[in-house]
T-cell receptor, first 109, second 112 residues
């Protein structure tokens, strides 16, 4: 069992839909990261969370430390949101990130 | 302000050769991380440098090595390249350990 599990693996949505991507982890963490990877490989850090909720534009990330679960929400989705979304956790003082396998999102017109 | 920059962006090498990849962190960031994303696989942690020292390494053979320079830039060296080393190599930097990491665009290495 992977330390970081994401669901769904693939997601297709129509423009305007509300999207939720889930991440569960099995280890104690110091922080959880949501990353976006576009075709071509470049990665953008969307959020870093250790508790509660963060919002940036149409993106919202929440984390429940007790349940070891985080969600990434996209409101009013747009085709430019099409990308792979990756959840990653950092634990203790190691600082290295352990990654989920990613959720491939495609938003169609 | 410049982000994390990696060079080269693409590289083709022959099996058995050696390769050096370079990473310049965001100004002021002292921690640099290297990750490998092989085709069809998720991101795997390779190496972490902080203040010029190797602080942690992932489950990779010793032919993967690197260093961090006094200006906090970093190199990743891979010796005796194998076909399965073909991957996207990503560098990230953070201000200190456990602060938000910012990623470069990656170096795509193809071993033939």
């Amino acid at each position: 069992k992977n330390e970081v599990e994401q669901s769904p693996q693939n997601l297709t949505a129509q423009e305007g839909e509300f999207i939720t991507i889930n991440c569960s982890y099995s280890v104690g963490i110091s922080a959880l990261h949501w990353l976006q990877q576009h075709p071509g490989g470049g990665i953008v850090s969307l959020f870093m969370l250790s508790s509660g909720k963060k919002k940036h534009g149409r993106l919202i990330a929440t984390i429940n430390i007790q349940e070891k679960h985080s969600s990434l929400h996209i409101t009013a989705s747009h085709p430019r949101d099409s990308a792979v979304y990756i959840c990653a956790v950092s634990a203790g003082t190691a600082s290295k990130l352990t990654f989920g396998t990613g959720t491939r999102l495609q938003v169609t017109l | 302000e410049a982000g994390v920059t990696q060079s080269p962006t693409h590289l083709i090498k022959t099996r058995g050769q050696q390769v050096t990849l370079r990473c310049s962190p965001i100004s002021g960031h002292t921690s640099v991380y290297w990750y490998q994303q092989a085709l069809g696989l998720g991101l795997q942690f390779l190496l972490w440098y902080d203040e010029g020292e190797e602080r942690n390494r992932g489950n990779f053979p010793p032919r993967f090595s690197g260093r961090q320079f006094p200006n906090y830039s970093s190199e990743l060296n891979v010796n005796a390249l194998e076909l399965e080393d073909s991957a996207l190599y990503l560098c990230a930097s953070s201000l200190t350990r456990n602060t938000e990491a910012f990623f470069g665009q990656g170096t795509r290495l193809t071993v033939v």
